[in-house]
Nanobody, 122 residues
Framework: QVQLVESGGGLVQAGGSLRLSCAVSGRTFNTYNMGWFRQAPGKEREFVAA????????YAADSVKGRFTIARDNAKNTAYLQMNSLKPEDTAVYYC???????????????WGQGTQVTVSS
């Protein structure tokens, strides 16, 4: 069983930064692509960023390109999302997820964390 636990969310002013972490249990972390998604109140869950198993390729939504960076440390079974220049519209619950085959499509992800709240004040 694979379990994902996010941390690092909180309240930040516009223009500030946060780093989210996603700790993954189990010995198979490096067999999964990792992704971050977010869901704002009243909106559907949307793709934010993804990284492949070896950390050789990353993908990001247009809305966060140049501001957010995804990374992973396979030795620590942890994925990260560095968020800079945060905007009020980035306010959402952020979820990390693990997939054996996909990147942008949430339906390709098998395991999900419980989510962490990010609130950006104006």
């Amino acid at each position: 069983q694979v379990q994902l636990v996010e941390s690092g969310g909180g309240l930040v002013q516009a223009g500030g930064s946060l780093r989210l972490s996603c700790a993954v249990s189990g010995r198979t972390f490096n067999t999964y692509n990792m992704g971050w998604f977010r869901q704002a109140p009243g909106k559907e869950r949307e793709f934010v960023a993804a990284i492949n198993k070896s950390a050789g390729n990353t993908y990001a939504a247009d809305s966060v390109k140049g501001r957010f960076t995804i990374a992973r440390d396979n030795a620590k079974n942890t994925a990260y999302l560095q968020m800079n220049s945060l905007k009020p519209e980035d306010t959402a619950v952020y979820y990390c997820a693990a997939s054996s085959r996909g990147y942008r499509d949430s339906s390709s992800y098998t395991y999900w964390g419980q989510g962490t709240q990010v609130t950006v004040s104006s």
